[in-house]
């Protein structure tokens, strides 16, 4: 027996927009001037979500805690003025449409 599940065409895959927000913070990052403090801080939350997604895949437990500050830290990046305004325009936008707090 043959089952077909249908998806509507509107319908996103589960996650696509968190790797559209990713985009958006890699591309603001890379036109930036982030400062040496900024760009460590940046590229250790994106190790610390990194292996939490892959801690969660295999069924690892996840520090939550850790997962929470790096947001924490790349909401406060995505806010720097080393960003372009264009770049943090987007990204404020696109946290919004995301339910997420910008301030």
Do not use: H, W
């Amino acid at each position: 027996m043959l089952t077909l599940v249908l998806t509507p065409a509107f319908a996103k895959k589960q996650g696509s927009g968190r790797k559209a927000m990713r985009a958006d913070l890699d591309s603001a990052v890379r036109n930036g001037n982030l400062n040496e403090q900024e760009r460590a801080k940046y590229d250790a939350a994106i190790k610390v979500l990194d292996g939490a997604r892959g801690k969660r895949k295999s069924g690892e437990t996840v520090d939550r805690t850790a997962a929470r500050q790096a947001m924490k830290d790349l909401q406060q990046i995505s806010r720097s003025e080393n960003l372009k305004a264009e770049d943090r325009e987007k990204l404020a936008k696109s946290m919004e449409s995301k339910g997420r707090r910008t301030k």
